[in-house]
């Protein structure tokens, strides 16, 4: 199966991500033309081929009008201004991929819902759309948490917003060209010193890259380089997309890329290697993943009819999945568990939807890990019309087919047929396909 190892021996960063990809064969064209379906306008591109500690590879920068390159690595660290493009009132040497710029300047910056609704209202594609806001989330729920802010309101200055909507959207874009592989990464190695913020100095690793990994539960180790190696951008994109962190399983290396920090390291090349291939493993599939949030909440005082009305309003709301389980409460009291699945970015919008739609007083929350077949809706013929299924497949075969109930449901009223005919009919037709 189709595997990208991240081979992050030296850190990472959204730059370097991006350089890795252009390195290993990404067509920079297309990726243009996708990035300008954000509307996002006042940067450009600059790439270029050169070496870092004698290894050769792509330099991937993005030059804000009026600002020249913006590097991921020259942190200003400060108030909530997230990203490894937080604007850091300070001058910092780490030109190991962005400078992150957490500071200061939010007359003139974006909101993280701000851009949230920016890619949202993109014409990119559904996936890329869905992991570019996810990765955001995970760089505002960080800053907002460090911060002592609502996400939403967590603010990209200017320049590193724009950066920072480049990298992310970026990574995703580059992600879906390669063909949605399965994303490993190596053990996750930060630097060792202080970074300038905007009330003094901090210890590596940046709050926000510390809380981001945290959240996710990645291990995380320090080395002997006396910079920053991983930026909040690069943990972002590793806790969103990797599944795991070790050391490379047996993998048939296909192409190899090098993405290029700013700097020249002192103990090691400031590169990110980017190995893609076929897995060789047979316990590894090639299955989707995503994060999603799980909110809980038990009730012993709402009708049955009114519950049956809240899982159909839950899913208009954007629930991706909505179900009631008996459960016996305090008092011996019989009530309901009230669970709802929803993308990680939603959470909080839909914690305050059942707070208000719901008699409870509080909701429980947690994220949890998904893996998903990957699917395609089909349509095939039956003695009557064509009805739309759904297909699952994993490891290059099918395992589940499953037509669509108001596909079926419309056929079989036209025809004057049982249901369960059509469905049938529908089922043996994909299976032949």
């Not at 992150?100 to 819902?113: L, N, P």
């Not at 869905?130 to 505002?140: N, Q, S, T």
């Not at 950066?163 to 959207?169: A, K, R």
């Not at 100095?201 to 180790?221: D, H, K, M, W, Y």
Request: one cysteine or more; proline letters at 5%.
């Amino acid at each position: 199966m189709k595997t990208l190892y991240l081979d992050n021996f030296s850190g990472i960063s959204g730059d370097m991500f991006l350089g890795a990809m252009l390195d290993l064969g990404l067509d920079l064209d297309h990726l243009k033309a996708q990035l300008a379906l954000l509307g996002l306008e006042g940067y450009h591109l600059h790439i270029s081929r050169q070496q870092r500690g004698a290894i050769a590879g792509t330099k991937f920068d993005v030059h804000v009008d009026g600002h020249g390159p913006h590097h991921e690595h020259e942190h200003h660290h400060g108030h909530a201004h997230p990203h490894d493009e937080h604007e850091h009132e300070h001058e910092h040497d780490h030109e190991h991929g962005h400078e992150h710029e957490h500071g200061h300047g939010h007359e003139h910056g974006r909101t993280y819902a701000q851009i949230r609704e920016m890619i949202r209202a993109s014409d990119l594609s559904a996936w890329v759309k869905e992991k570019a806001v996810a990765v955001f989330h995970r760089v505002a729920l960080a800053e907002g948490r460090i911060h002592g802010q609502p996400p939403e309101k967590v603010h990209f200055h200017e320049v590193g917003a724009v950066d920072s909507i480049v990298d992310i959207v970026g990574a995703c874009i580059a992600l879906e060209m390669l063909g949605r592989p399965r994303v490993l990464a190596g053990p996750v190695v930060e630097g060792t010193g202080m970074i300038h913020c905007a009330h003094g100095q901090f210890p590596l690793p940046a709050p926000a890259t510390l809380e981001i990994l945290r959240e996710r539960g990645v291990a995380l180790s320090q080395c002997e380089e006396p910079h920053e190696l991983v930026t909040p951008t690069g943990a972002a994109l590793l806790a969103e997309f990797a599944e795991s962190f070790g050391r490379m399983p047996e993998l048939q290396p296909e192409k190899i890329g090098f993405g290029l920090g700013g700097r020249e390291n002192h103990t090691r090349p400031n590169v990110l290697r980017a190995i893609l291939g076929v897995a060789q493993d047979g316990d590894v599939h090639d299955w989707e993943t995503d994060t999603v949030a799980v909110l809980e909440t038990n009730v012993d005082d709402m009708p049955a009819e009114v519950l049956g009305h809240l899982v159909h309003e839950a899913l208009a709301a954007g629930a991706l999945d909505v179900f009631h389980t008996p459960v016996q409460m305090k008092k011996n009291r019989p009530g309901t568990m009230l669970t709802l699945l929803c993308p990680a970015p939603e959470a909080d919008r839909l914690t305050a939807w059942l707070l208000t739609h719901t008699t409870t007083f509080g909701v429980r929350r947690h994220l949890c890990e998904r893996r998903k077949l990957r699917r395609e809706m089909i349509e095939v013929q039956t003695p009557h019309g064509p009805v739309a299924v759904k297909v699952g497949r994993l490891n290059g075969g099918v395992v589940q087919v499953s037509p669509e109930y108001e596909s079926c449901r419309e056929l079989a009223t036209r025809a004057g047929v049982p249901l369960r005919t059509v469905y049938d009919w529908a089922r043996r037709a994909a299976e032949t396909t």
